[in-house]
């Protein structure tokens, strides 16, 4: 079992709808959380950072987390075609490193 | 602010050959990590380097090897290319690489192993 589990998707969407991306993790270790956007052909950028469990919002987007479950999830609100792209989410624990899942592939139709 | 700068950005090498990669990290940034992402495996972590020191390093043979100098700028070597080292290798920095620290990313060098 991987420590961070993601469905691939694809999720395709039209423009204004509300998405949801969700990740599981095992490793009790991991105490921080976030999600990473990713274009075509570009590094991850940071999206969102949290560190305990409940929601966080930032514009659109608001990720939340539910650390007796394990379950991570980013909430997109007003989604639109610039939003279209590869979320990743990971998680951190005490060894330096990101977990990441394999992401999913999110398209936002006009 | 600079980013986390890599270079190249587009690599294409022959099985065998090996290839170094550099990784400029964001200014004040001491703690150099990287990742290796390809369509079946995600991202995984390869290693992470602070004050030129591995602390960790992710479960890849031998022929991925990193090194930090006294500036935090970071390299990565991978000797005797393989088919399945075609991916692109991501270089992320951050402070001092502790658990609360958000981590950036550059944008990435892609190797092709022809």
């Known amino acids: 079992q991987k420590e961070v589990e993601q469905d691939p998707g694809p999720l395709s969407v039209p423009e204004g709808a509300i998405v949801s991306l969700n990740c599981t993790y095992s490793n009790s270790a991991f105490q921080y959380f976030m999600w990473y956007r990713q274009y075509s052909r570009k590094g991850p950028e940071l999206l969102m950072y949290?560190?305990?469990?409940g929601n966080k919002e930032d514009g659109r987007f608001t990720a939340q987390v539910d650390k007796s479950s394990k379950y991570i999830s980013l909430f997109i609100r007003d989604s639109q075609p610039s939003d279209s792209a590869t979320y990743l989410c990971?998680?951190?624990?005490?060894?330096?490193?990101?977990?990441f899942g394999k992401g999913t592939l999110l398209t936002v139709n006009p | 602010k600079a980013g986390v700068t890599q270079t190249p950005r587009y690599l294409i090498k022959t099985r065998g050959q090996q290839v170094t990669l550099s990784c400029s990290p964001i200014?004040?940034?001491?703690?150099v990590s990287w990742y290796q992402q390809t369509p079946g495996q995600g991202l995984q972590f390869l290693f992470e380097?602070?004050?030129?020191?591995?602390?960790n390093k992710g479960n890849f043979p031998g022929r991925f090897s990193g090194r930090q100098f006294s500036n935090s700028r970071s390299e990565m070597n991978v000797s005797t290319l393989e088919l399945g080292d075609s991916a692109l290798y991501l270089c992320a920095s951050s402070t001092t690489g502790e658990m609360n620290e958000k981590l950036f990313f550059g944008s990435g060098t892609q190797l092709s192993v022809l």
């Open positions: 380097y602070f004050s030129e020191t591995q602390r």
């Open positions: 990971a998680s951190k624990g005490s060894n330096y490193k990101l977990t």
């Open positions: 200014s004040g940034h001491r703690s």
């Open positions: 949290t560190y305990s469990s």
